[in-house]
């Protein structure tokens, strides 16, 4: 087409048209932008006559020449076609030429403001935060590269941009908005030239995608009840914030770690947590993982006091449900009578009650103002009515032979207690003496024809779902390092970790934290909250002592916390599970330490007579920093000298 029309432009001006003989003229051109110049040549076969040039296009028309020719037969005719010329003339034009009473046409030409883009993106689809690269090529209406100007508009994200056109090419870059909800998206292109009306437009689409960038947990409850089920889904958004489909996983677990479910789901399904009457009590999280995000959501299972009641045979009995201690007092009525309970029971515990009354058959109701039972017409034998523990009953009706069985008891606990401090604590092995793995001396002796294995004190500990054990009251220390560590550095801490085994302790580690734990199952006593600290202190002095004389410093915190623990010996090793809080109290007040010893207010209450502290208030947590150890030693030697000076003086009397 553009070759065409050159060919044209040629034949035009190259080919004059002479109208009866008067005339010579050049044809303009077939195609004008605006700015441009219109030149016409005139040639008249003689002067003496007035010449007029008029631009006519359609309606409107401007007069280009008006002259009279005295003794010229020539004339150049040049008109720029300025806007200020022009003002809203454009489109299809011609001139028309009078000379004395000759009359002429040129042939038709445009005038024309528009500027032809072409404009292009190396993709369609882009992510958030992706760049845009824009490219363009301007050309105006009489096939001339512009040079001039473009500006680009984003109107969904209010973004406009504005460059230079050189030689008819253009580009820019615009980055996509990370909040950018996906779809489909239009960006104006518009290109002009400074000085003239010329103007081009286009459009160009792209396609944003959407990309999960949040993921979460709904739960219906941040509070539950044991014994009824948690309602969750997992949900995820996009960049904008709106819901999207795909399958996550989800697990749910306690404060110490330990997993109770595990698995897949689809996003915005109602999943459901089932739970028993004695889950602990504490927080638990559920955590989501999908397209490598992470979410998690904490809710509370709260204390659940309560007891499960029974009548078998005549015999109640009364289970605790629950994950607490179950203190509630307990009404029987039988017929008109009233008896009451109150005898405490620990998580999982069952007692058995006997339920006496003369000869007959009676309606019975048990209740605790939460939960009650009521039988009818149950049959019954004694000679009152009553309620009695079974096992218990016998010692309660002869308290002699209760103090008898006491004292029983305690002397053979005596007994044993000092054979085994006599003869150190070992277990005898049947295997023969030469099969003792060649160790003499250390581990193993021989008695008579057996050897003898000493019992190693245990040195680890391990979290685990302990379903029967026994539950402490436990002393415990969390050392946290928060540096990482190497070397001799290592090597002291370990060393410093000595003073735990040497105290009787078992070791637990988790992560960045270690965790001596005082158990009376390995202490062989309950007197232990005294022992941590002292402990705690002598790990921190090792430390900060290293810390003085050496580069590779050790930055460490410290605590001392007591709580419940369920506990048991398993293949030389302690295993247990925290009850509530425990082990996150000791967590937290060891991460808020630096470089010294900090006391939960539980282990302060047990340990106040020797371990002297002062009160303070981190985060909004009340702790207690030592101030002091007791000297209790030297009090102990006072006693004990002043116990001999009495005993010499009675012997001299």
């Not at 209406?141 to 030689?167: M, R, V, Y």
């Not at 201690?325 to 307990?330: E, I, L, P, Q, R």
């Not at 402990?535 to 580069?551: C, D, M, P, V």
């Amino acid at each position: 087409m553009r070759v065409q029309l050159i060919l044209f432009l040629i034949l035009v001006f190259v080919v004059p048209i002479v109208s009866a003989e008067t005339w010579f003229i050049t044809q303009p051109g077939s195609l004008y932008s605006i700015g441009d110049d219109l030149k016409i040549s005139i040639s008249v076969s003689e002067s003496g006559a007035q010449l007029e040039a008029e631009l006519v296009c359609g309606n409107d028309s401007k007069m280009i020449f008006l002259k009279h020719l005295e003794n010229e037969t020539e004339v150049d005719i040049l008109q720029p076609l300025t806007p200020d010329f022009l003002g809203e003339i454009k489109g299809r034009c011609k001139t028309i030429l009078k000379y004395g009473s000759d009359k002429a046409e040129s042939s038709d030409f445009t005038i024309s403001d528009k500027i032809f883009l072409e404009v292009k993106t190396e993709n369609q689809n882009y992510n958030p935060e992706e760049q845009v690269n824009i490219k363009g090529k301007a050309e105006k209406a009489n096939t001339q590269l512009l040079d001039g100007f473009f500006e680009i508009s984003f109107e969904e994200i209010n973004f406009t941009s504005t460059g230079i056109i050189k030689s008819g090419k253009f580009e820019t870059n615009i980055t996509i908005p990370e909040d950018i909800a996906a779809g489909i998206y239009l960006i104006n292109v518009t290109a002009y030239e400074e000085k003239t009306t010329n103007i081009g437009r286009t459009r160009l689409s792209i396609r944003v995608k959407q990309m999960p960038k949040k993921i979460d947990v709904a739960v219906d409850s941040q509070n539950l009840k044991p014994g009824n089920p948690l309602n969750f889904k997992v949900v995820m958004y996009d960049q904008s914030g709106k819901l999207i489909s795909g399958d996550a996983s989800f697990l749910i677990e306690n404060s110490e770690g330990y997993s109770f479910m595990k698995s897949l789901t689809t996003i915005d399904k109602a999943e459901s947590f089932p739970t028993e009457k004695n889950l602990s009590f504490g927080y638990y999280k559920i955590k989501a993982y999908s397209f490598g995000l992470y979410g998690e959501r904490e809710f509370y299972v709260e204390e659940n006091e309560e007891a499960e009641f029974k009548i078998i045979n005549g015999t109640l009995r009364i289970k605790n449900v629950g994950n607490v201690d179950y203190n509630k007092a307990v009404q029987i009525k039988i017929a008109d009578i009233v008896e009451i309970i109150n005898d405490p029971l620990a998580p999982g515990q069952e007692k058995q009650y006997e339920i006496i009354a003369p000869d007959g058959k009676y309606d019975i109701a048990v209740t605790d103002g939460a939960n009650s039972l009521s039988g009818e017409g149950l049959a019954l034998t004694g000679n009152a009515v009553a309620v009695k523990e079974i096992g218990k009953s016998f010692l309660a009706r002869n308290k002699i032979l209760a103090w008898v069985f006491i004292i029983l008891v305690m002397g053979m606990f005596i007994f044993v207690t000092s054979r085994k401090a006599l003869k150190r604590k070992f277990v005898l092995s049947d295997r023969p003496h030469g099969e003792a793995k060649g160790i003499k001396g250390k581990g193993v002796i021989k008695v008579g024809d057996k050897t003898a294995t000493l019992v190693k004190d245990p040195k680890e500990a391990e979290h685990s779902l302990v379903i029967k054990g026994q539950r402490h009251d436990t002393a415990l220390i969390c050392l946290k390092i928060k540096n990482e560590i190497s070397g001799a550095a290592k090597e002291k801490l370990e060393k410093a970790l000595e003073k735990v085994h040497y105290n009787k302790a078992v070791i637990y580690r988790t992560g960045e934290y270690v965790i001596p734990i005082f158990s009376p199952l390995v202490t062989r006593t309950f007197k232990n909250h005294v022992r941590a600290v002292k402990t705690a202190l002598e790990i921190a002095q090792s430390l900060n002592e290293h810390n003085r004389r050496f580069q590779d410093k050790i930055n460490f915190g410290i605590s001392v916390h007591s709580g419940n623990l369920v506990n048991k010996m398993q293949d030389n090793k302690l295993l247990f599970t925290s009850l509530g809080n425990t082990m996150t109290t000791a967590k937290k007040i060891a991460d808020l330490s630096q470089k010294e010893v900090l006391l939960s207010k539980d282990i302060h209450e047990k340990t106040l007579v020797d371990i002297k502290t002062d009160k303070i208030n981190i985060e909004g947590l009340d702790l207690f920093k030592i101030k002091r150890v007791a000297d209790t030693g030297r009090n102990k030697v006072f006693i004990q000298d002043f116990l001999k000076k009495m005993s010499e003086e009675g012997k001299k009397k």
